[in-house]
């Protein structure tokens, strides 16, 4: 059967995964397919310094994405540049051209994945999104096939691998994040500039899609209530291994009575469960459905090779509907069609709560932000105080019992208020079993 030919546009870290495992694993590819597929064209702004693989063959090499997506031996165009701007033109411009698309971009695909795959459907293409969240890990097949027999009520994510190594760097070392992320940078986990993973935007990007593939809802990812981990301490573990807790950056998208709620942020959950144990670059899914029940998957949520493969597999996939056709697509969505999201604030969401409090020291303090915490109808679970000499800077923690996100961001207000404070009480859901 004759093979597919595949344009690629942008061969930077992933790229170079993608181009690795074509090169080097062909002979099993083709074995799978029943045909081989082939690298027609690529195009990156800095292709004479790639070590492009020999055993790729021949390959037209440019610096406009144009001339890939154009070419009439390409049948699909790889995205592999990242952003939305220029992103979003080589994927549409694909697809006017009658050429599949396989893209890695999270960013894209949350912002405009539903409207793109219309325009795929329109053209009789097809789409492929799975190297957009979490790597290696094939958490929008399980979504899209593997459970759609289910009604997913909640998942919980691990989402960012710089997060997680960071979180678990401090834990081990009790070490400062400032520390921590100098040397994440130093090792390639971190960004110069990294904004999108440490505040929690790229985590955000990822449950946007998982958020429609499991609930058939369009996501907005500025609905999605987030927050980062800048301010999470090493006292902050110290505290909650006492409590037989850790700290984790956790994506939860949860079906409530009142409608789906969605939320990134730092977060006590217990050292019995699973995701506890996920620890450095890892990435990890954990899904609740109404009939199976607790799933969970896990696995290396970045880097060229894990995310390599998953673009790969995605091009083996819509390269056998080229070659063999397909009546009935699956949406890469999951749905035929999505619904529109009505967002539903976090503050009606009722938890328990970790309070880190870092104080001048005086006499009554507790007693004070007690009367706060009852004035709005909080009931405290515990006190927690470490040896600590220096008296100007004291932390020490308060949890309470279940209460809405509401009253505690009243409470916290007006604590904020209060003269003895060194920083604003810092603020974690405490999730026992999630």
Partial sequence: MQQVNVGIVGVGTIGMGTLTILAENAEQIATKLGFSLGVKALCDLALETRPIPAALGPVQKTSDWREVVTNPEVDIVVELIGGTHVAREVVEAAIRNGKSVVTANK??????????WDRAIGQGVNLGIEASVAGGIPILAVLREGIAGDRVTALFGILNGTCNYILTEIEKHNTPFDIVLMEAQ????????????????DARSKLAILAALAFGE??????????????????DFLYAHQMDYTVRLIAAARQTPAGLVLSVRPSLISNRTILAGVRGSYNAIWVRGLYGEDT????????????GVAVVSDLMRVAREIRSGSPA??????????????PIPITRLKSAYYLRFRVED????????AAVLADKGISLDAVLQLPEENWRDLPFVITTQPTTEE???????????????????FAMPMEGRL
């Fill in 362 to 369: 005086r006499p009554g303090i507790i007693a004070r932000l």
């Fill in 107 to 116: 960013e894209l695909m949350a912002l405009y994945g539903s409207d793109i």
């Fill in 329 to 342: 697509r699956v949406s890469p969505f999951a749905h035929e069609r999505l619904g529109e999201y009505e």
């Fill in 186 to 201: 130093r090792l390639g986990y971190a960004e110069a500039d990294p904004t999108l993973d440490v505040d929690g935007f």
């Fill in 218 to 235: 369009r996501i907005t990812p500025s609905d999605i209530y987030t927050e980062g981990i800048r301010r999470v301490l090493p006292v």
């Fill in 407 to 425: 009253s505690l961001r009243a409470a916290l207000a007006e604590m904020a208020t209060h003269d003895y404070l060194i920083e604003t009480p």
């Fill in 296 to 307: 969970f998957y896990y696995g290396r949520g970045a880097g060229a090779r894990p995310t």
